[in-house]
């Protein structure tokens, strides 16, 4: 099925660790986009990629970096976790499907720092 | 920068009742998008509004784009069960290259059976 595919879905970090969550999509979209979704505080942009090539900061860039590997692809990398960076990611893609411009939103990757 | 306010927080309302929830914005948009979020998953597109004054129907589920560009209002008409969730709006300057999407908090809908 088309969509925008993450992983892992879920995952717990001690402090100080380092990962990278995986975003892929299959719609042929140019645009990617990484949220954080907190309690209270609805969707908020880390970074996004407008095209392949480029990225840029969102609202909430601090400790967080990407990379977009490839028209399909955009990483997230968390550096060195902070439990503050505790939270549901959601990773999207946009694009034109007939006549309506949407965002496609992955079902998330529950990241737990400890 | 931009914000969007999101009411009510939440609702809690017996099947079969309509439901109404909406959005400001402080600056004006030329789309505007309603999501639903259910537990565990991702946001989904319910409706898109790209022109103001724009009435839009998808089911039980009604949308307006406002006039002045700045909110936008849904309704849900006879509620069940599955419509409990996260709704949510967020609106967006689409044109050019491309477009971001701001959200407003959402609106988290309970419905008593």
């Known amino acids: 099925n088309a969509g925008v595919t993450q992983t892992p879905k879920f995952q717990v970090l001690k402090t100080g660790q380092s990962m990278t969550l995986q975003c892929a999509q299959d719609?042929?979209?140019?645009?990617m986009y990484w949220y954080r979704q907190d309690p209270g505080m609805g969707l908020r942009l880390i970074y996004y990629?407008?095209?392949?090539?480029?990225?840029d900061k969102g609202e909430v860039p601090n400790g967080y970096n990407v990379s977009r590997l490839n028209k399909r692809e955009f990483s997230l990398r968390l550096e060195s976790a902070a439990p503050s960076q505790t939270s549901v990611y959601f990773c999207?893609?946009?694009?034109?499907?007939?006549?309506?411009?949407?965002?496609?939103f992955g079902s998330g990757t529950r990241l737990t720092v400890v | 920068g931009q914000q969007l306010n999101q009411s009510p927080q939440s609702m809690f309302i017996q099947e079969g009742e309509d439901v109404s929830m909406n959005c400001t914005s402080s600056s004006i948009f030329n789309t505007w998008l309603w999501y639903k979020q259910d537990p565990g998953e991702g946001p989904v597109l319910l409706i898109a509004?790209?022109?103001?004054?724009e009435l839009t129907s998808n089911g039980r589920l009604t949308a307006q784009f406002g006039i002045t560009r700045k909110d936008s209002f849904l309704n849900i008409s006879a509620s069940i069960p599955s419509d409990v969730g996260i709704y949510f709006c967020?609106?967006?300057?689409?044109?050019?290259?491309?477009?971001?999407?701001?959200f407003g908090k959402g609106t988290k809908l309970s419905v008593k059976p």
């Open positions: 990629s407008a095209s392949e090539g480029t990225t």
């Open positions: 509004l790209y022109k103001a004054g």
């Open positions: 967020a609106g967006m300057n689409y044109g050019g290259s491309q477009g971001n999407l701001i």
């Open positions: 999207a893609s946009s694009g034109r499907q007939g006549a309506t411009y949407g965002y496609t």
């Open positions: 719609m042929n979209h140019n645009s």
